[in-house]
């Protein structure tokens, strides 16, 4: 079985060293009301304004984060602790906070971003020194992005079944660490949404993935529901939604992505496909253990980390995110 090495934590800290600076090119997710809102990344977002977008930025700092936590004599670590240091700021976060009050900021990375937010937070809270600071430091923005949830998720009638930005479970199974940790009543209250959304479902047929998907329609919602559910209720669930997983079936779950050109950015998508499939195919390997399940559950992980793991650097369409992906499915 693959997974995380030193070699490969140094690797991949020194991409996000190099990109979460980086504040060109830049996609914003940016609603101009008039001439005066337009502005560049780094004066809407001070500390999150690289790696190609505000997400990826995010989860740049979290995937630094995780490493230094996992490996504290990391090569990488003293820049990190500066980085942290210089850019996570009390007149920072107030300027990330500011810009969620703009009159076009309402919808502003909802949902992913959201849930990244406060993995990153999740994970800061794990440390100790300089980064426990910058995790008391940022708790302001946290504590904002949170308020959205519990102001959204009650509005969300319906879920977003989706392999793109937009997915709920997603969102749910990110921000439900924090969300169980430091406010009870919201990981209460995605509980009740996830079951509402995804606790009927039945038999799913797996039509994926489509072309620029890079999250898996049916195993993010599998994540999401082992995450708020007990052990025994969610494979009881389990066991109705993918009723013939342990004979590797539907088959489009057990067999990678081919990615057919990694220098544009949607179709890069479909490696991080191949990395998300393989963390939610080992945490439910963790749930399942001897069952046959497990197994091919295990076997499916390996075949997609595998076939990815190769092309998290080389172009910057993908490699300014894939890296965060390669770790969660290597250290699931």
């Known amino acids: 079985m693959t997974n995380l090495t030193k070699e490969t934590a140094e690797k991949f800290a020194g991409l996000a060293l190099a990109h979460v600076g980086r504040e060109y090119p ?9 001439p005066e809102d337009v502005i560049g990344p780094r004066a809407a977002h001070p500390i999150f304004f690289g790696s190609f977008d505000w997400h990826s930025c995010v989860h740049g700092y979290w995937l630094m984060a995780k490493l230094v936590r996992r490996y504290p004599d990391l090569g990488a670590a003293p820049a990190i602790a500066t980085l942290f240091a210089e850019r996570v700021t009390a007149e920072n976060v107030a300027a ?9 900021a309402r919808g502003f990375e909802r949902p992913y971003g959201w849930g990244w937010l406060l993995a990153l937070q999740a994970e800061l809270e794990l440390h100790e020194g300089d980064m426990l600071r910058a995790a008391e430091t940022m708790r302001p923005l946290a504590l904002a992005f949170a308020q959205r949830f519990h102001a ?27 969300a169980e ?4 009543k919201l990981f209460d209250l995605m509980r009740a949404k996830a079951l509402s959304w995804y ?5 799913c047929q797996a039509w994926e993935p489509s072309q620029d998907d890079f999250l898996s329609l049916a195993l993010m919602e599998v994540e999401c529901m082992r995450r708020v559910l007990e052990p025994a209720e969610f494979r009881e669930w389990f066991g109705r939604f993918l009723p013939r997983a342990a004979q590797g079936a539907p088959m489009s779950l057990f067999a990678p992505a081919r990615v057919s050109d990694r220098s544009d950015g949607k179709i890069a998508h ?45 172009d910057y369409m993908g490699e300014h995110w894939l890296a965060t992906f390669a770790l969660l499915a290597l250290e699931a």
């Open 26 to 34: 830049n996609k914003m997710d940016h609603v101009l009301a008039g």
């Open 152 to 178: 959204f998720l009650p509005l969300a009638d319906y879920p977003v079944r989706t392999g793109m930005h937009s997915s709920t479970a997603f969102a749910l199974r990110m921000a439900a660490d924090w």
């Open 199 to 203: 606790a009927g479902d039945r038999d």
């Open 96 to 104: 990330e906070v500011a810009y969620l009050d703009r009159p076009g």
């Open 181 to 184: 940790a430091f406010d009870p």
């Open 270 to 314: 479909l490696d991080g496909l191949n990395f998300s499939r393989a963390w939610c195919w080992r945490s439910l390997a963790g749930m399942m253990g001897d069952r046959p399940v497990g197994s091919r559950a295990r076997e499916a992980a390996d075949r997609h980390i595998e076939a990815s793991l190769p092309h998290v650097a080389g």
